[in-house]
């Protein structure tokens, strides 16, 4: 097998966050950055993590200066101290952090801050993560008040607050295991941040309801506290929990058809490339948006791309939707009578900014007044209508009955940029795809554009600058999409979509930070895996699964084959036919063979398998 570098796995040598793991009995925990994540108790993951953040006014996260930093550890015990200071053009605030665990099952984290300067913020204080899989458990929330209600964690994923005013809440990931969650310092509320693909139910200190941003006064201290208290039914039960997980690869019945591939291009720079660099085939289909104002000039760049790589035309219209007969008219005009698209995606302008559930600013007609304008002026072909923003504003706002399809994106960093997390966006898909379902009525789903990177800003001014390529959340530019990661990252996308309504796959587009072509202009490995998918488009689809891989597997010419990408931290090992063959992607896109006897996937890579249809899983 060949090796990766750094470079060759994130396309950037900059080093991920330093990690240490920290236990006391059954507890563990994984300290990073001053922060607690994968907090678990007998191998039970009972919080995701307990992070201590400063917003600034723009809801940019502050990279704390830490010093002073102190850990001890016994069997019995862990303690973790440090000073630390956010500090940036708005102002100054620092903090001191105290964290311990215990064998009792018990761990707390104690912040005091001091405002050095005035310092603006759209939030300062504790964020608690629960993991998305506690999706449909009862959830006991104790409020400032004292009441006590009983509730669960949504299984749809729920636009507005599942929980607000909470002092403590109770869950049991497992039978007999039971975990409190006290905080101190404001009223707490709760978001399915699934909503965004992160894989867990927020927490936060402030509610949203309060006005941002505010300031805190120079000399302002705030002091807030979360602890954490972990009780097994019988003592001495939470070192015999964990499970171990079976490591076989599986495949097997048919689950439908492998969707259609496409590429997008929403911006100039996706098209500024040389077409001869694609392959033909690529894509069954090429995204190209239109907006007001632009006619068929502005259009020809994307459609001579098109048809240089066999590609079917999709023009994605966005409306201001205040007078739709008007609007649809201009985009009929620039369409032309001569070979119009067979189909339209179709979403408002103010998709671009986040908006209330349910709301419809005034003066804007709804969508389903441009699907039926766009029949009266004739057009026959099929209305796909959603968001280019993410499945949050889908959600909030789904579009009406009128479509044949809807359609929304995804993007793996808007929360937090570090790898285990941006993998773990995978694992809330196929629950994104359920509650689209169930919104749409089971009408077929077009999903993309979906990146790891930022490609817009719904809920701040701007995304974030990364002049560093750096691994840094709603980036623009993540340095990852251009390396083995990014190619990972995609088949794990591919991966979820099985056994869903998604008929149409957008992952990447043709040039530019988006691009199967970087920025600069050489191919990415995650181009190989858009052609290899394109290439098995509309083949029977299997079903398959190894724990620690994402997997894609169909039918073709009496063979089976699959797409498998380690998307977790450590190596797998996975069981193959004999008789078949590998091939493993290398950092410059190409396949190179390597023994099916043994094959080692090591984090982040991927490879291709090839054997007869008759093998048994």
């Known amino acids: 097998m060949t090796e990766a570098s750094a470079k060759d796995l994130f396309g950037t040598d900059d080093p991920p966050p330093a990690r240490r793991s920290l236990r006391a009995g059954a507890v563990s925990a994984i300290l990073e950055d001053g922060n607690l994540r994968s907090i678990c108790f007998g191998g039970i993951e009972v919080l995701r993590a307990i992070n201590y953040l400063a917003r600034d006014t723009g809801w940019g996260t502050y990279a704390p200066l830490i010093t002073e930093l102190r850990v001890t550890e016994s069997p019995a015990r862990f303690a973790v101290t440090y000073r630390a200071r956010c500090e940036g053009p708005e ?10 665990g215990a064998a009792d099952g018990v761990v707390a ?15 300062i204080g504790f964020v608690l993560l629960h993991p998305a899989e506690v999706a449909g458990l009862p959830l006991a929330i104790e ?23 909470i002092a403590a809440m109770t869950h049991a990931p497992e039978p007999g295991l039971s975990v409190r969650v006290a905080m101190t310092g404001d009223a707490f509320e709760m978001e399915d941040q699934r909503n965004w693909a992160d894989a867990s139910f927020k927490t936060f200190v402030r509610p949203l309801s309060r006005p941002k941003p505010y300031v805190l006064t120079k000399g302002t201290q705030d002091h807030q506290s979360v602890t954490v208290t972990i009780a097994a039914a019988q003592p001495g039960a939470g070192g015999n929990i964990a499970k171990a997980g079976d490591p076989r690869l599986r495949w097997g019945p048919v689950i439908g058809a492998m969707p259609q591939m496409a ?9 500024a490339g040389d077409a001869a660099r694609l392959p033909r085939g690529i894509a069954q289909r090429l995204v190209l948006r239109w907006v007001p104002g632009q006619g068929a000039v502005e259009l020809a760049a994307g459609l001579a791309l098109a048809t240089a790589i066999g590609a079917a035309p999709v023009v994605e219209a966005i409306f201001p939707a205040h007078d739709a007969t008007a609007e649809v008219a201009a985009l009929m005009q620039a369409l032309g009578r001569d070979n119009p698209p067979r189909d339209l995606l179709v979403a408002p302008r103010r998709e671009f900014k986040t908006s209330p559930t349910a709301s419809l600013p005034p003066g804007e007609v709804p969508v389903d007044n441009l699907v039926s304008a766009l029949r009266a002026a004739g057009f026959t072909g099929r209305v796909v209508a959603g968001t280019t923003s993410f499945f949050t504003e889908f959600n909030r706002n789904p579009p009406g009955p009128l479509a044949d399809g809807v359609y929304f994106g995804g993007c793996g960093i808007v929360h937090a940029a570090d790898d285990v997390s941006a993998m773990q966006t995978l694992s809330v898909y196929p629950a994104i795809l359920a509650s689209a379902a169930h919104l749409s009525g089971g009408r077929p789903i077009w999903l993309g554009p979906c990146t790891l990177g930022a490609r817009h800003a719904p809920y701040g001014a701007s995304v974030a600058a990364n002049p560093q390529n750096k691994r840094i959340a709603m980036a623009e530019n ?54 290899t998918l394109a290439a098995a488009a509309g083949c029977v689809r299997r079903e398959a699964t190894c724990p620690g891989l994402a997997v894609v597997a169909w039918d073709s010419g009496g063979l089976t084959h699959m797409l498998a990408s380690n998307i977790g931290e450590a190596a797998v090992r996975p069981n193959l036919p004999q008789t078949g063959q590998a091939r493993l992607l290398a950092a410059d896109g190409s396949w190179v063979a390597t023994p099916v006897d043994g094959l080692v996937l090591k984090p982040y890579r991927t490879a291709l398998i090839t054997f007869s249809s008759e093998c048994e899983a």
């Open 91 to 100: 102002g100054r605030f620092d903090y001191d952090m105290t964290t311990s």
């Open 263 to 271: 590429l997008f291009a929403d911006r100039p720079e996706a098209l």
């Open 143 to 165: 409020t400032s008040q004292g009441a006590r209600i009983s509730l669960r964690f949504p299984e749809q994923i729920d636009p507005n607050a599942p929980a607000t005013d």
């Open 109 to 123: 984290m104690v912040a005091s801050g001091l405002a050095v300067s005035d310092f603006p913020t759209n939030r």
């Open 478 to 531: 993540d340095p990852r999409h251009a390396a083995l990661f990014g190619a990972a990252y995609a088949v794990g996308l591919a991966a979820a979509c099985a056994g869903s309504a998604v008929v149409c796959l957008i992952l990447a587009a043709p040039f530019g930070p988006f691009g199967v072509i970087g920025v600069e202009q050489r191919p990415v490995p995650l181009l190989t895996v858009q052609t």
